[in-house]
């Protein structure tokens, strides 16, 4: 019974900026790492960037210094702010989430739908 949901991708110029955002809803006891994947047409899902519930952060070298990942854990969930977007950004992104429910027993990995991410003039 659990979903994540993101939203905030849309067409955006270079050198310009987008927040995506991705909710957790469900029967949710606690959730552990989350994150930002992404995938661009011929080319393998890649790894965007990693938040832990600490808020130790890790991110893809195409990425440092230019996107932040953070994360509300009152309101369940994680956020991507992506400045200084070039074309070579224009992907898919998903959310992630290991989270443990109600009626498991461990940790298991969700993700979201997707959302387009289109950087072009």
């Known amino acids: 019974q659990v979903q994540l949901v993101e939203s905030g991708g849309g067409l955006v110029q270079p050198g310009g900026s987008l927040r995506l955002s991705c909710a957790a809803s469900g029967s949710i006891y606690s959730i552990r790492v989350m994150g930002w994947y992404r995938q661009a047409p011929g080319k393998q899902r890649e790894l965007v960037a990693i938040?832990?519930?600490?808020?130790?952060?890790n991110y893809a070298d195409s990425v440092k210094g230019r996107f932040t990942i953070s994360r509300d854990n009152a309101k369940k969930m994680v956020y991507l702010q992506m400045n200084s977007l070039k074309p070579e950004d224009t992907a898919v992104y998903y959310c992630?989430?290991?989270?443990?429910?109600?009626?498991?027993?461990?940790?298991?990995?969700?993700w979201g739908q997707g959302t387009q991410v289109t950087v072009s003039s």
């Open positions: 992630n989430a290991d989270i443990v429910t109600y009626y498991g027993g461990t940790n298991y990995p969700y």
């Open positions: 938040i832990t519930g600490d808020s130790i952060t």
